[in-house]
C-alpha cells in the first residue's frame, strides 16, 4: 500500500530552526507539496519539490530525496504565527495525491 | 470575493437531518475536491470533479451525494449520517485534475453529528 509518514508532534522555540521529516512509500512518484494549515483554516501551499535537492523561499525550504523516499521541511527563525500542522502529500503514478496525517508544530516563547 | 468560500463554517446536525455543503471558488479553476478530515488521520479523498463531470468517488457511502452544477459551485448534501462522519470537510480547487498543480483549498465545515 501507499504511505506517507511524519511526526505527529513537534515542539520549537520562538527564533530558532525545526526540521519536519516526511518518509513515503508510494506507485510512483510525480511530486511532494508541503501544506501549511491553522488551526480552524484552509491549508495553503508552502512548496512543491520534483527534482532532489534543496529549495528556499525565504524562511521555509523543502529538501527532497527521490532515492530514499524522503523530504524535509526546514523552518528557521521561528515566529509564533508559525505554529500550525504541516501536511506532506505525494503525488503517485496515477497523479493521485497521497497525503500524511500531518506534523503538529507547537512553538513556544 | 477571492480563492475558494465554505459555507457553513459549523453545522450541527441531527442523524435523521438532512443538510447541504456549499463551496464556491473564484478562481477559474477546472476541477474541485471534496475532501474529509479527521484528527490525527491523512486527508480522505472523496470525490473529483472535472468540468462539471465527477471523475473519482472513493468509495464513499451513499448518505454522501455530491452535485457539480458548474465549474464554480460544489455541494455535498447529508442524510442519515452517523456520528463517525463528524469531521472537517474541506472543497479544494485546482487548475486541471492529474497534474502538478497546487490545490487552493477553503476554510472547512465543522460537521457535528449528534
Known amino acids: 500500500g501507499q504511505n506517507i509518514d511524519q511526526p505527529t508532534e513537534m515542539t520549537a522555540t520562538e527564533g530558532a530552526i525545526v526540521q519536519i521529516n516526511c518518509t513515503y512509500q508510494?506507485?510512483?512518484?510525480?511530486?511532494l507539496f508541503w501544506y501549511q494549515q491553522h488551526a480552524g483554516e484552509a491549508p495553503t501551499f508552502l512548496s512543491y519539490n520534483v527534482l532532489d535537492g534543496l529549495e528556499e523561499k525565504g524562511r521555509f525550504s523543502s529538501f527532497l530525496s527521490r532515492s530514499k523516499g524522503y523530504s524535509y521541511l526546514l523552518l528557521k527563525e521561528l515566529q509564533m504565527k508559525d505554529s500550525a500542522s504541516y501536511l506532506c502529500a505525494v503525488l503517485d503514478s496515477n497523479y493521485q495525491l497521497i497525503w500524511g496525517a500531518g506534523t503538529k508544530l507547537i512553538i513556544k516563547p | 470575493e477571492t480563492g475558494v468560500t465554505q459555507t457553513p463554517r459549523h453545522l450541527v446536525m441531527g442523524m435523521t437531518n438532512k443538510k447541504s455543503l456549499k463551496c464556491e471558488q473564484h478562481l477559474g479553476h477546472n476541477a474541485m475536491y471534496w475532501y474529509k478530515q479527521s484528527a490525527k488521520k491523512p486527508l480522505e479523498l472523496m470525490f473529483v470533479y472535472n468540468f462539471k463531470e465527477q471523475t473519482e468517488n472513493n468509495s464513499v457511502p451513499s448518505r454522501f451525494s455530491p452535485e457539480c452544477p458548474n465549474s464554480s459551485h460544489l455541494f455535498l448534501h447529508l442524510h442519515t449520517l452517523q456520528p463517525e462522519d463528524s469531521a472537517l470537510y474541506l472543497c479544494?480547487?485546482?487548475?486541471?485534475?492529474?497534474?502538478?498543480?497546487?490545490?487552493?483549498f477553503g476554510s472547512g465545515t465543522r460537521l457535528t453529528v449528534v
Open positions: 508510494t506507485s510512483g512518484f510525480n511530486g
Open positions: 479544494a480547487s485546482s487548475q486541471e485534475t492529474g497534474g502538478a498543480y497546487g490545490y487552493t
